[in-house]
């Protein structure tokens, strides 16, 4: 098995996803095929390749500095699930 | 003939000679939708008042002799497009109420150019799927045979044009996910050069790789939409700045004399027989217009997919934290601190291929793991990248199949996710390398399910893709074929 139990609780701690037991014993048979999949691409000589973030050549576009209407703290609410006055509502995050 | 069944170009022009009206092109297609929508599932929300609305507003613009190419058409766009003030869920439960206080700029476009958004299209979840069977609304079914499915992620807009539930409509394509859906219904459909099409309020997947595009029922109304929705966009930082040509001047170029190049590596692995025979037919159209052909290699191309695997879920993993139940979505009723509160809302939001990209790209960016998977995927899809600009030293486009198989039946690939990911091998290299790519219906299985081909042609080359479509739909009559429903 490239991937145990515990990596698959590690990972999903990391992702924030609450898994239960059925799908964390899914996902890790899975996570295996998967990655066993991946195996093929170590054949591939890569150490004088350069990385690839995407296919466009990136750089830092420059505007002018004109001010624009942005979204109004009442559009910005209208979709959250829990509001208080102009804020969105959370859990106490702080003890 | 019913308004429903003709083509957004031929439409167009019935309008300018007053033969019809947008309100009634948009009323027949409303009426499809009622008589076929329930058998196929193609939309996840329509709006027929509003559409009237806007079919109303449009035919006063053509009155007013203010109209442009495609001004009064029925449109549907993918449901990952933001539509301001219109719920846009990505088909998933965890934007299941999610209304944009913003529209994407292709919206925006399609607005000034006075089209008529029917609603948004059915999708995989968060558009991960070849299939359209992740939604969380049901899946799509396809128009030629409803047992199977209709290709993927963007199924519900390919359906929707084979059935005349849409003129034309808009998908994206991260790895296959116009291209495949087109083939499989037996429409045409493009996806752009990464950077030519604004992704601005396009709910993100997998970002250096995801790329809206058209769907439609022949190359013209593929131009037609290009000329619409190509440009650069200041508000997305990959948009290219360039001048985009009138796509629909390629229409009726000649294609003589054009160099089509085969790559070996996609035509090895072909097994099954009536792709194959499409492929054959295919060559002798080409052929016969003077076309010449290449046998070529890209070596690197059967590590794609593996190196897609890798890439797409490590951004799909990053882009989709957002989803954490605070700002918009949906959030869990019972949780236990703020942690807890994200690792339930998205449990229960997000469906299971959804989690399983999460987890896998998770994975693939953790620490210890970061150089062995993401950063050996990046260094490969620049190999495969050289692999086509070394091929297109050789040749105008390169031919090939879009998909290894006919449409497979619903539920056949659910559980076996690299089989489900197998279906987009033809399709992947082409995202990876950030090219256009074109799928045309070439002919039609011994089952008379549709089978489509593919196009590729150098980065900001559609113009070209147009042009061999167009040859291609003037010697056969494929795309001219509909399921009868």
Redo the contacts between chains.
């Keep these: 098995m490239k ?1 145990t139990t515990e ?2 609780e ?10 239960t037991s059925e ?1 964390k014993k899914k ?1 890790s048979a ?2 295996d ?3 066993k ?2 195996d ?3 054949e ?1 000589p ?1 150490d004088d ?8 050549k ?1 750089f ?2 420059l ?1 002018e500095d004109k001010v624009e209407p942005s ?1 109004s703290v009442e ?2 609410l ?5 509001v208080a006055g102009s804020s ?1 509502r ?4 702080i003890e | 003939m019913a308004l429903y069944e003709y083509t957004a170009g031929r439409l167009a022009e019935m309008l300018r000679t007053k033969e019809t009206s947008s309100v009634e092109i948009t009323r027949s297609v409303l009426e499809r939708i009622d008589a076929v929508e329930e058998k196929l599932r193609c939309y996840v929300t329509v709006s027929p008042e509003e559409a009237v609305k806007m079919a109303e507003e449009a035919d006063r613009r053509l009155a007013a002799g203010d109209g442009k190419p495609l001004t009064g058409i029925p449109i549907a766009i993918k449901d990952n497009m933001c539509w301001k003030g219109h719920r846009t869920t990505c088909a998933s439960k965890i934007l299941h ?3 944009p ?2 529209d994407s700029t292709v919206v925006r476009l399609l607005k000034e150019e006075g089209i008529v958004i029917l609603g948004s299209a059915n999708m995989d979840e968060f558009a991960m799927g070849s299939s359209t069977e992740t939604s969380h609304w049901g899946p799509t079914r396809n128009p030629w045979n409803v047992e199977m499915i209709p290709g993927g992620s963007s199924g519900g807009s390919a359906a929707a044009v084979a059935a005349g539930e849409a003129v034309v409509t808009l998908g994206s394509d991260t790895g296959g996910s116009i291209r495949l859906p087109a083939a499989f219904c037996g429409v045409s459909g493009m996806k752009p ?3 030519a099409v604004s992704r601005y309020g396009l709910v993100a997947y997998a ?2 790789l995801d790329q809206i595009g058209p769907i439609a029922r022949d190359a013209r109304d593929i131009a037609l939409l290009l000329n619409i929705i190509c440009g650069h966009d ?1 508000k997305d ?2 948009s ?1 700045p360039r001048d985009y040509p009138n796509f629909s001047n390629s229409l009726d170029k000649p294609v003589k004399g054009m160099k089509i190049g085969l790559p070996r590596e996609f035509f090895d692995k072909l097994e099954d027989p009536d792709v194959n025979r499409v492929m054959k037919d295919a060559r002798q159209i080409y052929r016969s217009l003077g076309v010449s052909f290449v046998d070529l290699s890209l070596p ?1 191309l ?2 794609a997919l ?2 897609y ?2 890439i797409a879920p490590s951004e799909a ?1 990053s882009n989709l ?1 957002r989803y ?8 869990a009723e019972n ?1 236990d ?8 809302s ?2 229960e939001g ?1 469906g299971a291929e959804v ?2 990209r ?6 693939a960016l ?1 620490s210890g793991y970061y150089d062995a ?1 993401y ?9 495969i ?1 050289n692999d086509f600009r070394k091929a297109f030293e050789e040749c105008d486009a390169i031919l090939c199949p879009t998909a290894p198989s006919p449409p497979f039946r619903i539920g056949e690939k659910m559980d076996d ?2 089989q489900m990911y197998l279906t987009d091998v033809f399709t992947i290299p082409v995202n990876m ?2 090219l256009p790519g074109m799928a045309i219906p070439g002919g039609f299985s011994s089952d008379g399910l549709p089978i489509g081909i593919q196009l590729v042609a150098s ?1 900001f080359e559609e113009a070209r893709l147009v042009q061999l479509s167009s040859a291609f739909q003037k010697e056969t009559d494929h795309h001219l074929k509909r399921p009868s429903l």
Excluded: W
């Excluded at chain 1, 390749?49 to 466009?56: H, K, L, R, S």
């Excluded at chain 1, 959370?90 to 995050?93: A, I, S």
């Design positions: 991937i990596q698959v590690y990972v999903a701690l990391l992702g924030r996803l609450a898994l799908e996902y899975q996570l095929d998967i990655l999949y991946m093929m691409l170590a591939v890569t390749v350069e990385p690839m973030a995407g296919p466009v990136l830092t576009p505007r979204l559009d910005a209208r979709n959250a699930p829990a969105f959370v859990p106490k995050v | 109420n999610f209304h206080p913003y050069t990464y950077g970002s250096s200041p930082s990959t290219v690197h059967d590590y593996a190196a695997y890798i993993s934290a954490d139940g605070v700002k918009y979505g949906f959030r949780f601190g703020m942690i807890d509160m994200y690792c339930r998205r449990a997000f989690k399983r999460i987890m896998l790209g998770t994975y953790s998977y950063l050996k995927a990046a260094k490969i899809r620049t190999l990248t996710p690299i390398a950030g980065h």
